[in-house]
């Protein structure tokens, strides 16, 4: 029986999962929306791996850790660039960005007919910001992903000077 080397970012155990499908686990349920049983199908589909629902949470909840501290960078900044004064209105449709990202927990709701606990939701928002923001300066959202998931985390940079 030969035994292959276990890929970076795969955690210790009887089954691990590398970075590129708790990357894909990750983006499908805070991108796309997609609620975690049909996650696990997916990816089972997709992949041939059956991760647990469980798995799939507990990659939700370590990905949202290690984008701790891109998270109060993300709202340092935007605290400190600029400040939008026009109210925050989540349902309409808006051509502002920042609150076209807050509509995601009403279109998972919708989805799914209900929000998670508040710790999940405040992980997805925590996520979904990293990655959003990813997006804004050329990065994709995938490989920003895997590497938060290896523990080297994507962060903004300084502003530059007007």
Not at 28 to 42: A, D, G, N, Q, S
Not at 68 to 74: C, L, M, S
């Amino acid at each position: 029986m030969h035994t292959a080397a276990r890929p970076e970012g795969a955690r210790p155990g009887a089954v691990g999962y590398g970075p590129n499908l708790q990357a894909f686990a990750v983006y499908l349920m805070v991108v796309h929306f997609i609620p975690v049983h049909r996650c696990v199908e997916l990816l089972a589909s997709l992949t041939g791996a059956v991760p647990s629902v469980g798995f799939v949470h507990g990659v939700l909840t370590r990905a949202a850790g290690v984008l701790t501290e891109v998270d109060k960078r993300i709202h340092t900044l935007a605290y400190a660039v600029c400040c939008d004064e026009t109210p925050l209105r989540v349902g309409p449709r808006t051509p502002n960005q920042a609150e076209r990202d807050l509509r995601p927990a009403k279109v998972q709701q919708n989805i799914s007919g209900r929000l998670t606990i508040e710790k999940r939701t405040k992980d997805r928002y925590r996520i979904r910001g990293s990655l959003s923001t990813a997006g804004k300066h050329g990065r994709n959202m995938i490989e920003a992903l895997r590497e938060a998931i290896r523990g080297h985390p994507w962060m903004p940079p300084d502003p530059t000077p007007a």
